[in-house]
């Protein structure tokens, strides 16, 4: 309500009830009276009812009032949180439930997986026994190969040690040949060695014989006396 309405409505003096609101604003009309550029003041109901009357009676009515329209408030408030407390609840009753279904399920999943592990367990029992029958063969065939492999192995070492022999043999007589061939080069050696000696010295009886006139070589050597 506004100022002009309030004189209006009651007869009272606006410039009264302009000094009153001075005088109160900041004690009894604290927060109950706001400022409004066009009319002035804008006022509450308790604003209204202490410019209204001077009565202490009234003051306190209105007091009384407020105080007890904030403790329905509170209840209110109150209210709507109990009510938000059991739609919580409700909720979490609600979800306790499905929570519980989810449970249920996943125990007969597990249940139906607990009878697929047992055929799967006697499927690998009876895998087992036949892996331990592929497993005995294999062992005795292992065995009729080890005892062919030994049998090879003897023949082998026997064919080795006569192979070695063989080449034992062939060895030193590579040896021997090569002394021999050694000891023929050095007799070749001496030789050649021999045979140019010769040749050295037959070309110098021929040059001395060459450097001789012919009428001497046909007195004193027999050969070219016949020519």
Not at 6 to 14: A, F, K, P, R, V
Not at 100 to 111: A, G, Q, V
Not at 127 to 137: A, F, G, M
Request: aromatic share 6%; net charge neutral.
């Amino acid at each position: 309500m506004t100022v002009k309405e309030l004189c209006d409505n009651t007869g009272m003096n606006d410039k009264t009830v302009y000094r009153k609101i001075k005088r109160l604003i900041n004690t009894d009309l604290a927060g109950h009276v706001t400022r409004n550029k066009g009319d002035g003041y804008i006022l509450d109901e308790y604003a209204v009812d202490i410019l209204a009357s001077d009565n202490i009676k009234l003051k306190a009515a209105c007091y009384e009032r407020d105080n007890l329209k904030k403790a329905l408030e509170r209840s209110v408030s109150f209210g709507k949180e109990q009510e938000r407390q059991l739609c919580l609840a409700l909720r979490q009753e609600k979800e306790k439930e499905q929570e519980c279904d989810k449970l249920t399920k996943e125990i007969w999943t597990l249940s139906s997986d607990n009878r697929n592990l047992k055929v799967q367990i006697q499927n690998l029992r009876d895998d087992k026994d036949v892996l331990r029958r592929q497993s005995e063969e294999m062992t005795s065939l292992y065995n009729a190969l080890l005892e062919d492999l030994k049998r090879g192995k003897s023949e082998y070492e026997e064919f080795m040690t006569q192979q070695l022999d063989i080449t034992k043999y062939m060895k030193e007589k590579c040896d021997r040949t090569e002394v021999k061939m050694m000891e023929a080069t050095a007799r070749n050696d001496a030789l050649e060695k021999e045979t140019a000696e010769k040749q050295r010295e037959i070309d110098r009886l021929t040059a001395m014989l060459d450097a001789i006139p012919d009428k001497y070589k046909k007195k004193y050597i027999p050969q070219y006396m016949k020519i």
